[in-house]
């Protein structure tokens, strides 16, 4: 992937005519797509074998970066991107998020000047490009983007203006086939905990509109502009960097200050109920002691590192991104470790208390509540890693 600018400035500043350039190219490379409506017509083996593809090129390459604000992960995430875009073009495979990377990499490639993002629909299914967005608008009001963006969709084979989102724009879904083998796969997934694989069962796929009631649109990695911007390596942006990974940390205490706060409710449920001695207050409390540890840490290199400009002092520009680098993966894979539990933690968590939820093999409220606890906690942390840089 190369970022050349061989077009003119005329073309550049025409998002809609861009618009329909990449989703032409994206669709003249992939053949087959498992989420495709016209796949459900195809053979269940045929709809098998596309599956285990686009998953087995997918595994190589899940998310443009979790640190995107330094430009020497920018250069590592665009090595990843182009070999997952060369895999895409190799087996001509791939559902929406495939379809949109080959036209973001098109619209970077040969539009450099013109912003595009990658976006997807949180609360739903689908991912899509957003070109010509208004640098100051809200990511997540199309309406608010101005009249020069459009929503280019390569998988559904469309290109809209964005204020006319409301009418135009679908979420992908789908659902077992049979309504009997539905039902049976809907209780294995909630008396059993099994999750539903897809490829496991012939299903249905169908689009539905996009409901403002449980659909958010959000971009899920930095644009055109912010790379090129990135990759300049201008050591005048240095304030800038700091300022914009300062705030990430700042978002990361405030979410796990959430997260103990929740943490804090269920203890005191639990030790009201059954006491201190109970092993699953004490499973909950150690996660709590963890929580709080972490805000603890977080705040002390705040201090260290930006409250007392110790990172100002740092001559090289590359040093700079490189300590940036550390602090943040340090911190955000400490916060990812509070989503996880020992084998013996968990064994003692989703024991059941009574007779009556062993017999019917339901879920006990512990684990129930620890687990809306923790998406609560990873959606917050995925705000946290799409925070833009102002």
């Given at each position: 992937?190369?970022?050349?600018?061989?077009?003119?400035?005329?073309?550049?500043?025409?998002?809609?005519?861009?618009?329909?350039?990449?989703?032409?190219?994206?669709?003249?490379?992939?053949?087959?797509?498992?989420?495709?409506?016209?796949?459900?017509?195809?053979?269940?083996?045929?709809?098998?074998?596309?599956?285990?593809?686009?998953?087995?090129?997918?595994?190589?390459?899940?998310?443009?970066?979790?640190?995107?604000?330094?430009?020497?992960?920018?250069?590592?995430?665009?090595?990843?991107?182009?070999?997952?875009?060369?895999?895409?073009?190799?087996?001509?495979?791939?559902?929406?998020?495939?379809?949109?990377?080959?036209?973001?990499?098109?619209?970077?490639?040969?539009?450099?000047?013109?912003?595009?993002?990658?976006?997807?629909?949180?609360?739903?299914?689908?991912?899509?490009?957003?070109?010509?967005?208004?640098?100051?608008?809200?990511?997540?009001?199309?309406?608010?983007?101005?009249?020069?963006?459009?929503?280019?969709?390569?998988?559904?084979?469309?290109?809209?203006?964005?204020?006319?989102?409301?009418?135009?724009?679908?979420?992908?879904?789908?659902?077992?086939?049979?309504?009997?083998?539905?039902?049976?796969?809907?209780?294995?997934?909630?008396?059993l905990r099994q999750k539903i694989d897809p490829s496991v069962y012939r299903i249905e796929r169908f689009t539905e509109p996009f409901n403002h009631d449980k659909h958010i649109l959000k971009p899920v990695i930095v644009s055109t502009h912010q790379i090129q911007e990135l990759l300049e390596e201008n050591p005048e942006s240095s304030e800038k960097t700091i300022a914009y990974v300062h705030e990430r940390l700042l978002h990361l205490i405030k979410i796990i200050t959430h997260l103990a706060e929740e943490l804090q409710r269920l203890c005191n449920t639990i030790l009201k109920k059954y006491g201190d001695n109970d092993e699953k207050y004490q499973a909950v409390k150690r996660k709590l002691l963890l929580a709080q540890q972490c805000i603890k840490e977080i705040k002390s290199s705040e201090d260290t590192s930006f409250k007392n400009n110790q990172l100002y002092s740092t001559v090289c520009y590359q040093d700079l991104l490189s300590k940036l680098t550390d602090l943040l993966r340090k911190h955000i894979e400490g916060a990812c470790l509070l989503l996880t539990y020992e084998d013996d933690e968990l064994k003692i968590l989703q024991r059941p208390r009574t007779y009556f939820h062993r017999f019917f093999r339901l879920n006990p409220d512990t684990p129930k509540e620890l687990t809306k606890i923790s998406n609560r906690f990873i959606n917050g942390l995925e705000e946290s890693l799409l925070l833009s840089p102002r």
């Open positions: 992937m190369t970022t050349r600018n061989h077009h003119s400035s005329h073309c550049d500043s025409n998002s809609k005519a861009i618009a329909y350039l990449a989703v032409k190219e994206s669709r003249k490379r992939i053949f087959r797509s498992y989420s495709a409506i016209e796949t459900n017509d195809a053979e269940f083996k045929k709809q098998v074998s596309i599956y285990q593809v686009i998953k087995s090129i997918r595994e190589q390459y899940y998310t443009f970066s979790l640190l995107r604000v330094e430009a020497n992960r920018v250069r590592e995430d665009i090595r990843r991107l182009k070999k997952f875009i060369s895999d895409i073009k190799k087996y001509a495979s791939g559902n929406c998020s495939e379809h949109a990377h080959l036209a973001f990499e098109f619209i970077l490639d040969n539009y450099p000047s013109v912003n595009a993002e990658i976006y997807k629909i949180h609360g739903g299914d689908h991912v899509f490009v957003v070109v010509g967005r208004a640098v100051d608008s809200n990511p997540s009001d199309p309406m608010t983007w101005g009249e020069n963006a459009y929503f280019c969709d390569p998988w559904s084979d469309k290109v809209f203006k964005a204020s006319n989102y409301q009418m135009e724009l679908r979420n992908f879904r789908w659902r077992i086939e049979s309504k009997l083998t539905r039902f049976i796969a809907y209780l294995k997934k909630k008396l």
